[in-house]
């Protein structure tokens, strides 16, 4: 994601956290330049000009599985209604695996509703 791209971030973020306000993700966008804070990148997917997805991964110090390693999570991934099951998502997240293991990251976490078997 670009600097300039932050408030179609923003928007989204709404989209899959409705409680999420702006005061919310001008916090998140400021950690996301802190080098100390936990978000480390923010992937964007577009079809042409339209932004229809994202995916931000932190670096979490305790994910199950993983060990005492600190791991690559993928805190939040949505992709807008008309482009999913088009393989967004899939690209989204084979874009933070590689980030992940360019990284030096042997495990890249993510959670999901138990009920939401697409996702699984």
Known sequence: MRE???GL???MRQMLWPDCGDAD???DMAALSDPAGAL?????AFEKSDAVGFAEISERSVVDGAG???????EGLWVAPACRRKGV???LFGAAAAW???QGYH??????????????
């Open 4 to 6: 300039s791209e932050t």
């Open 9 to 11: 971030w923003g928007d």
């Open 25 to 27: 993700n001008e916090q």
């Open 40 to 44: 480390r990148i923010v992937f964007l």
């Open 68 to 74: 005492t390693a600190p791991a690559a999570h993928v």
């Open 89 to 91: 998502a899939s690209g």
């Open 100 to 102: 992940a293991r360019e």
């Open 107 to 120: 495990y890249l976490g993510s959670d999901v509703e138990l009920d939401n078997t697409v996702s699984q």
